[in-house]
């Protein structure tokens, strides 16, 4: 717990394990997509335990109030500690989760997102360099 009992959003989102890095924090931060108490911030801005922290991250929305700080990136189960989802945000972002899958399973295989394969790379590479 920090002394101060206050600590940077950025920080506190990386050690609750929202952003993988601090600079991914950070842009989300700046990019507005973090809002505390109802405001967008800047990086640098303050948190206390009680804030509410709207995060949207991949078309969902996390709404959770600050529970503890820390300075430290620990364990996935420590992380979740930091902070206290209600009922009403988790429900939602389950229907949003629920939506999009319903909507993927819906579409053509040839039109979802796929990796090519090997055979396909390779047919994508002779393409390439005949057409030079």
Same mark, same amino acid.
């Given at each position: 717990m920090?002394?101060?009992?206050q600590i !940077?959003?950025d +920080?506190?989102?990386?050690?609750a394990?929202f952003f993988k890095?601090?600079?991914? /924090? %950070?842009? /989300?931060v700046?990019?507005g +997509?973090v809002?505390?108490?109802?405001?967008r911030c800047? $990086?640098?801005k &303050?948190? +206390?335990i009680g &804030?509410l922290v709207t995060?949207?991250k991949?078309?969902?929305?996390?709404?959770?109030?600050?529970?503890?700080?820390?300075q430290q990136r620990?364990p996935a189960?420590? %992380?979740?500690g930091?902070y206290h989802?209600? /009922?009403?945000s988790?429900?939602k972002r389950r229907?949003?989760i629920?939506?999009?899958?319903?909507?993927? %399973?819906q579409?053509? $295989?040839?039109e !979802?997102?796929? +990796?090519p394969?090997k055979?396909? !790379? !390779?047919?994508?590479?002779?393409?390439?360099?005949?057409?030079l």
């Amino acid at each position: 717990m920090n002394e101060l009992g206050q600590i !940077r959003i950025d +920080k506190w989102l990386w050690a609750a394990r929202f952003f993988k890095t601090r600079g991914l /924090a %950070a842009d /989300a931060v700046n990019g507005g +997509k973090v809002h505390v108490n109802g405001q967008r911030c800047k $990086p640098g801005k &303050d948190v +206390k335990i009680g &804030d509410l922290v709207t995060v949207t991250k991949d078309q969902y929305t996390w709404e959770v109030r600050v529970t503890d700080l820390n300075q430290q990136r620990r364990p996935a189960q420590e %992380a979740a500690g930091l902070y206290h989802e209600d /009922a009403t945000s988790a429900e939602k972002r389950r229907q949003q989760i629920e939506l999009r899958k319903q909507q993927q %399973a819906q579409q053509h $295989p040839s039109e !979802r997102e796929h +990796k090519p394969n090997k055979k396909q !790379r !390779r047919q994508i590479h002779r393409f390439k360099q005949d057409s030079l």
